[in-house]
């Protein structure tokens, strides 16, 4: 019956460019979100070897971290509100020597918030969400300027974290 996807109206694939990104307390506005990258995951492996053969099992699952890139308007202030996001996440300047306090699991996953990437239909319903679990940035990219371009300008972001779970219009 493959047949029947491609000739029925009711029918339609997924596409990439219906998407959109809450992040947190929503400081970081859904329009800023120019491009996401799905979870992903890899299941590691154990081989067992017994005279001449080697034999594989499954073993740990690994999630694999993401790529967000965003827009940085002047107002909502992108780079801003990431910014804020380090400072509340336990990440204190060393203006002196004092300064002992350093960024938490607790802290960063708390500052980041709820990270929901959430696919929609044509009529903008959402038909799948993926929702990080424990997510916190890794890296931060705040962009490049140019004198010779006329491209705005971009941040980079990599997110980590444990686990992501999905749900949907049939798996709700």
Do not use: C
């Not at 509100?81 to 990440?91: D, H």
């Not at 424990?134 to 990219?141: G, H, I, P, Y």
């Amino acid at each position: 019956m493959a047949g029947n996807f491609w000739s029925s109206v009711e029918s339609q694939p997924k596409r990439q460019f219906t998407f959109v990104v809450d992040i947190g307390n929503g400081d970081i506005p859904r329009f800023a979100v120019a491009t996401a990258k799905k979870p992903s995951l890899t299941v590691e492996m154990a081989e067992v070897s017994w005279l001449n053969h080697t034999f594989k099992y499954p073993g740990r699952v690994k999630w694999n971290d993401i790529s967000m890139t965003f827009y940085d308007p002047i107002n909502p202030d992108v780079a801003k509100s990431l910014y804020l996001k380090l400072k509340n996440s336990g990440y204190y300047w060393p203006n002196t020597p004092d300064t002992l306090q350093t960024v938490s699991k607790k802290e960063v996953t708390s500052a980041i918030g709820n990270v929901l990437l959430s696919q929609l239909d044509h009529s903008g319903a959402t038909i799948e969400t993926w929702t990080l679990k424990n997510a916190w940035f890794s890296a931060l990219n705040f962009g490049n300027l140019d004198y010779k371009s006329n491209e705005v300008i971009t941040i980079e972001m990599t997110l980590v974290y444990d686990w992501a779970e999905i749900s949907g219009v049939n798996n709700t």
